[in-house]
């Protein structure tokens, strides 16, 4: 995957920072979650059961 996200070491792409409010996903993937725009990222995932970004939006086992 290519794009101007950092990478570990590995060649893995770096997780996304939990204390990224909602709003600033929401803006960014034009999608709308239906919760505060100043919730954190870290609460919505332990909220919809998914581990990561990338599961919340591709459908994982929230929305």
């Known amino acids: 995957m290519r794009g101007y996200r950092p990478r570990n070491e590995d060649g893995q792409l770096r997780e996304?920072?939990?204390d990224t409010h909602i709003a600033t996903v929401e803006n960014k993937y034009d999608r709308d979650f239906g919760v505060r725009?100043?919730?954190h990222l870290d609460t919505l995932l332990k909220k919809t059961g998914n581990s990561s970004l990338n599961d919340l939006l591709c459908g994982g086992k929230g929305k």
């Open 16 to 18: 996304k920072r939990g």
């Open 37 to 39: 725009s100043d919730m």
